[in-house]
């Protein structure tokens, strides 16, 4: 079966000619896909029978099976949907007050990166996504929110897996984002946990598309113990391609830091972060750690996180404290994970 969301326009028109149409078809077709959004061929109502039944015969919207869904009690709603080779990845939509819906997407199923306190890391890397099985995570949520008279209005790639460890696919969903959803490039934020290179890449991009780096400790050793990924790509080299990324772009870096208790949440830490940023564009988002089965760390506590604030304040660093949310159907950052045995106690 031919997944349309992998076509282009000109190889969708290819497609229909092949199917013995016009090419205007392709034009209403796309229509129906994007701007519509509809799931079902047989919803098209201005294609000709011949045309609908032979799509339904040869092709398909999306590959992702749904298998299930949590909500929490703060309305924040994880999916968990299994892939065409049976890969299982997890996606989740949060809402907010101020009407923002934002998704939270995976890139791969599970990750390579292996860090210690987040469950994906922990589960280890199985492949990367494609850009239509990215892209589909976030049309499944537009398309649910559309039918309610509401609209997707912002995406994280913060989900399963490392964006820039599969840079193409994951470049080719983003615009796909901005060009069949309507997304803003300002509206979409790609989170790294510091892979340099990939940096001054995605800033040659020259996008306005937000970035996000996990940086956690300002030490190379204890970040290593932490993230294996910076013994490839130790932190000067990585600050020196944030320095690349915000000369090139004049975008703000947001900083993300787990507040571990007792690990990374010291006045002594937040002296080393803050002499560390200094005079780097960037906004420091200080995230209480969210529990995962293997890692027995514990969130900072706020007067700890309050006192680290004002000691980047001093370096002229800014912070905020993100709002935890899906925390109690571990839908919170760092804590998506699938396995096979899930699948089968999904399915029982």
Not at 26 to 37: D, G, H, I, P, T
Not at 153 to 164: D, K, Q, T, W
Not at 260 to 274: C, F, V, Y
Not at 311 to 336: E, F, M, N, P, W
């Amino acid at each position: 079966m031919i997944n349309l969301y992998a076509l282009t326009p000109s190889e969708l028109s290819s497609l229909v000619v092949e199917f013995g149409e016009k090419p205007f078809r392709a034009r209403q077709l796309w229509k129906w896909m994007y701007e519509k959004r509809v799931d079902d061929f047989a919803a098209m109502s201005d294609l000709p029978k011949r045309f609908i039944d032979k799509l339904g015969q040869n092709a398909s919207l999306g590959s992702l099976e749904l298998i299930t869904r949590q909500n929490s009690a703060d309305g924040t709603e994880k999916r968990l949907y299994q892939l065409a080779d049976g890969q299982l990845i997890e996606s989740v939509l949060m809402p907010y007050e101020d009407q923002r819906k934002t998704a939270c997407l995976s890139t791969q199923a599970g990750c390579a990166m292996g860090c210690v306190f987040c469950a994906t890391g922990q589960m280890g890397f199985a492949r990367n996504m494609r850009a239509e099985e990215i892209f589909e995570q976030a049309m499944l949520f537009a398309r649910e929110l559309a039918s309610q008279g509401e609209r997707l209005s912002n995406i994280v790639l913060m989900g399963m897996g490392e964006p820039f460890h599969n840079y193409e696919a994951t470049m080719q969903a983003i615009r796909q984002f901005m060009d069949r959803l309507g997304i803003g490039a300002r509206h979409i934020t790609v989170s790294t946990v510091g892979l340099a290179p990939q940096i001054r890449r995605f800033a040659d991009e020259r996008l306005q598309v937000n970035l996000a780096l996990s940086l956690h400790k300002s030490d190379d050793s204890e970040r290593s113990a932490l993230m294996p990924v910076n013994r490839r790509w130790p932190i000067d080299e990585l600050i020196s391609a944030c320095r690349y990324y915000t000369a090139k772009t004049n975008r703000r870096i947001t900083i993300e830091w787990a507040a571990i208790a007792g690990e990374n949440d010291s006045s002594e830490e937040a002296h080393k972060l803050g002499r560390l940023l200094a005079g780097l564009l960037c906004h420091v988002n200080i995230i209480p750690l969210n529990p995962t089965d293997r890692y027995s760390g514990a969130p900072a506590e706020q007067e700890r996180i309050d006192k680290f604030r004002n000691i980047l304040k001093h370096y002229g660093v800014a912070s905020t404290v993100r709002l935890r949310r899906g925390i109690d159907i571990d839908a919170g950052c760092g804590q998506l994970k699938t396995n096979l045995i899930e699948l089968d106690q999904v399915r029982g």
